[in-house]
């Protein structure tokens, strides 16, 4: 079956660096999205990555490697309104997205 | 019209009646979706349409049903409402290969 893994809630404060990982197992691979919901809000989009690598974009920065079926999603100077659920989805063979259940990040001061 | 546009907002339903949520996008995008989120249980694929014409059953399919008379239009119908059905339901188009997905705002549905 297809499968996306990544943590339930993590936990990080103010000014830090989080970590938030995710892995893999799908029929086929066409990409892989990072998403930002916050509460009550419909997801919006961060990154995309089909090649293997990092891909910086202002303080988020999210990383592809397709042969280990992981990537993660690194957010640097942390402020309160990142506080929010972070999805992982990933694009398989036919094209259809696949979503993980999300992370919960809570920024504390 | 700018993106994806989903009515209503929120609704509270009676048990047993039909309902239809609404969905249009103006990107002319060839797919769209639906999907509903519950909490803990993330996004979870309703139908699809990759195309004006043809649809598609998702994770979660039972008791609901589409329609794709045309690209913009992707509505959601709920024959017989049951309270289970009691979600957030997102609308979602992209391109073919799954590129510039984007969200509706979300339908708070609640089903009593």
């Known amino acids: 079956g297809q499968n996306i893994d990544q943590p339930t809630e993590m936990t990080a404060t103010e000014g830090a660096i989080v970590q938030i990982n995710c892995t893999y197992q799908t029929s086929g691979f066409n990409g892989l999205f990072w998403y930002q919901q916050h509460a009550g809000e419909a997801p919006t989009f961060l990154s995309y990555?089909?090649l293997d690598g990092l891909e910086e974009k202002g303080r988020f920065s999210s990383f592809l490697s397709r042969s280990k079926g992981y990537s993660y999603l690194l957010l640097k100077e942390l402020q309160m309104k990142d506080s929010a659920s972070y999805l992982c989805a990933v694009t398989d063979s036919n094209y259809q997205l696949i979503w993980g259940a999300g992370t919960k990040l809570i920024i504390k001061p | 019209i700018a993106g994806i546009t989903q009515a209503p907002t929120s609704q509270i339903l009676a048990a047993g009646r039909r309902m239809t949520l609404r969905c249009t996008q103006d990107m002319r995008h060839n797919a769209m979706y639906w999907y509903r989120q519950d909490l803990g249980l993330g996004l979870r694929l309703i139908h699809y349409?990759?195309?004006?014409?043809?649809?598609g059953k998702g994770e979660v399919p039972d008791g609901y049903s589409v329609s794709r008379a045309n690209t913009d239009d992707f509505p959601l119908t709920l024959a017989s409402a049951v309270p289970s059905q009691t979600s957030v339901y997102f609308c979602a188009s992209s391109d073919s290969e799954g590129k510039g997905y984007t969200f509706g705002s979300g339908t708070r549905l609640t089903v009593v």
């Open positions: 349409s990759n195309t004006a014409g043809t649809t």
């Open positions: 990555n089909v």
